[in-house]
Structure formats: C-alpha cells, structure tokens
C-alpha cells in the first residue's frame, strides 16, 4: 500500500507563517505553493522550491483567487475565461521559477475558496482542468476526492490525485466541515493519524458521523501553519511507515501511471 503527503507551503502572509517550512520539507513527499496571489511572492517561492528540491520532495502551484486580504478565503465569481486566465498566469509564473531553478512542477492544486468552490461545481472544475491541460496535459490535477473536481478531471482525461485531509473534518455529503465550525480542525496529531489511516485503509472520506464514502485516496494533506504542524507531519509519516504504507513523492505514485 502506498500514499503520499502533501502540504501547502511557502504561504508567508499576515495570515499565515512560514516558518516550519524549511522542516517540512524534511517529512513531507509534496509542497504545494503559493505564488503571490493569496500568499507568498517570488524570492520565497524560489526558496521553497530550492529546499524542496534538497529533500526531493514534489512541488506543485497552488493558484488561488488574486485576494490576499483575505488569504484567498473569500469566495469569487469569476467568468469562465477570467478564470482559466488566472490559473494560467500563476501556472507560469510558478513554471518560469522552476525552470530557472531546474526542478519542475508535477501538479496544480486549488487553494482555499477556490478548491472549495471547485469541488461543488463540475464547470468551475473543468475550467480549471482545462487550463491546466492546455498549458501542460502531463500536469497532476489534485483534487478533491468524490468531488466533482474529480469527475471533471476524468472527464477531461487528465491525470488526477485524489485527496483528503488529515487534519479535517468531513461532512456527510464528503465535503470538509466550514471552518467557521468550531470542530472543523483536528488539531490532535494521534487522531489525525487514525483518521488518515482508516481513509487510506478503507479507501473511503472518514466522515464526522461514523459514515464512509468510499473514494480513491493518493494523497493526504496536513496544514504547514500552526505550532502543532512540524509534530503533526512527523507523527503522519512515522505512523504510516510504522503501518507498511510506501510514501512516494506524488509523481511516483503507481496509482497516477
């Protein structure tokens, strides 16, 4: 059995802290990174990308709605083409950074109100898809797993990353629980554990309510800010490994051939 974690990096905002992640990319398999648009600019992307590198670990862009104040929370209309246009920009930005540092992007994925949004709207997610495989068809979609992101990632015949979160609850619709509830985070790094094990396991969303919805899962997911991160991705890889689980880095996955 294998999987692979990943976490959104390189994020520096008022919002958010970057700190662990230089550590982080000492545990972690995948890093997706901001470019500016939510967090982040340029010289910390270019130094995200040189660490992970170091570590051999996978990196991706992780676009989001140009909304900063608000860390890329807030949910946007966009019309479709305004939309493909802004993957597209943060796409290149993120790939002509990778070229000259000579390390290359596996995958996109969505942040924040956008991942959100995507993975209840099938069009919101084609658009997406579509940028992505007319700048590059050999690019991972990381999507939400039995979301309508992946249906239009198969749809348009892409290669896609199922994922699910560790340190997430789900609602019983397989959708994560609105962080404006109280119990939306799992902020124990042992019950992170067991609830990613069961989903890898069981191949199913491990929902609040006891439900399981059987999906694809190659990818877990922790977030790189808070005190308990550095603690919460150590505890994941050494439990997984501890369970006979072959971490990979995303593009390594036999599940994504």
């Avoid at 943060?90 to 994925?109: A, G, N, R």
């Avoid at 997430?168 to 019950?191: C, F, H, M, V, W």
């Amino acid at each position: 059995m294998e999987a692979n974690i990943n976490c959104d990096l390189g994020e520096s905002s008022p919002h958010c802290s970057s700190e662990n992640d230089p550590i982080l990319l000492t545990i972690i398999n995948t890093a997706n990174v901001a470019c500016g648009y939510h967090a982040g600019d340029e010289p910390t992307m270019r130094k995200t990308i040189k660490i992970a590198k170091d570590n051999n670990v996978s990196i991706g862009v992780h676009p989001s709605f140009k909304d900063p104040e608000n860390f890329g929370r807030k949910r946007i209309q966009l019309s479709p083409k305004e939309l493909k246009q802004l993957i597209t920009e943060q796409l290149e930005l993120f790939d002509k950074i990778c070229f000259e540092e000579k390390y290359p992007m596996t995958h996109v994925k969505p942040h924040g109100a956008m991942n959100n949004m995507a993975c209840e709207s099938y069009e919101m997610s084609k658009v997406i898809g579509e940028a992505i495989k007319e700048y590059n068809s050999e690019l991972i979609y990381m999507v939400g797993a039995k979301t309508e992101m992946e249906t239009a990632g198969l749809d348009l015949g892409l290669k896609i990353a199922c994922e699910v979160f560790a340190d997430r609850n789900y609602e019983d619709n397989g959708l994560l629980y609105s962080r404006t509830k109280s119990d939306a985070l799992i902020t124990d790094p042992i019950e992170a554990l067991n609830h990613s094990i069961k989903m890898i396991e069981d191949q199913a969303i491990n929902c609040k309510s006891g439900k399981r919805i059987p999906c694809k899962v190659d990818t877990i997911c922790l977030h790189g800010d808070g005190k308990t991160a550095v603690n919460l991705a150590k505890t994941l890889r050494d439990g997984f490994i501890k369970r006979g689980i072959n971490l990979k880095k995303l593009n390594n996955l036999t599940s994504l051939k």
